[in-house]
């Protein structure tokens, strides 16, 4: 059993909440009205966690962007914020941190366990080989030498397969379970739905003064862990065989 370092919080805990907000959030994402997004929020430094102010952007860091492309005119004072909006950047923040190496622990461990698994059906086979007739025979003393040989090893694979097949099944429950699943597969929609919105219908003009200016994109200021936390997130339910032809997604609203 892995124990965290004295003054980090178990792996466990951190899961558990993150799959909590994601059930809080689930009315949020099924009505998945992108247009309520307040996209200028991107613009300014102080996002809902705060405390990480210089988190790297599409486009690089905040400080950076700030020094090479112009802000919207129109873009004055930071925009207010709702419960649900502030705990979605939370659950892709918390993701990104804690989840993604969870998730990818378990692909690891269900290759080994894949591995282990061949390894141990090729053994039984060459024992099945040694103790068949042979043309030529060979002497008892170098049956058994290569049995005990054979035998060594597939007791390795076994216990090795066990092993991973403990942990894999034990991951599986609180990852995996398809409610789980479930509740990660509609913040991606909504994510996704968000990003695709955000650059097809840009909400701001660079200078809104000249009305023939057209809009640009607030994209390049998202923060970098959105898109790998929705892209890293997309991948674990693809590994986990999600059911995504079943799942019901809920309808867009622009």
């Known amino acids: 059993m892995q124990i965290p370092p004295p003054g980090l919080s178990d792996s466990r805990v951190l899961t558990n909440l993150y799959f909590a907000l994601l059930r809080y959030l689930r009315p949020f994402f099924e009505k998945c009205d992108v247009s309520q997004f307040p996209v200028e929020l991107f613009y300014f430094e102080d996002l809902p966690n705060g405390s990480f102010s210089d988190w790297m952007r599409l486009g690089g860091l905040y400080t950076h962007l700030k020094k090479t492309q112009s802000i919207p005119e129109s873009v004055k004072s930071k925009p207010e914020i709702s419960l649900e909006f502030e705990l ?33 059906e090729e053994t039984n086979s060459r024992i099945a080989k040694v103790l068949a007739p042979k043309e030529v025979p060979q002497t008892p003393e170098e049956v058994q030498k290569a049995l005990d040989h054979l035998k060594f090893f597939a007791r390795v694979f076994l216990k090795e397969t066990i092993d991973y097949v403990r942990i894999s099944v034990w991951q599986q429950t609180y990852l995996s379970w398809p409610g789980n699943l479930l509740e990660i597969w509609n913040s991606v929609l909504y994510g996704f739905h968000l990003l695709t919105e955000m650059e097809a219908h840009p909400k701001y003009p660079m200078q809104s003064e000249d009305p023939s200016q057209e809009a640009v994109s607030a994209i390049g200021w998202v923060s970098e862990y959105w898109l790998d936390a929705l892209i890293d997130s997309f991948h674990a339910l693809r590994r986990a065989d999600f059911a995504f032809s079943e799942s019901k997604s809920p309808p867009i609203r622009h």
């Open 88 to 120: 979605f950047d939370d659950v892709l923040l918390l993701y990104h941190l804690a989840i993604s190496a969870q998730f990818k622990a378990l692909s690891i461990h269900m290759q080994h366990q894949f591995q282990s698994i061949v390894k141990l």
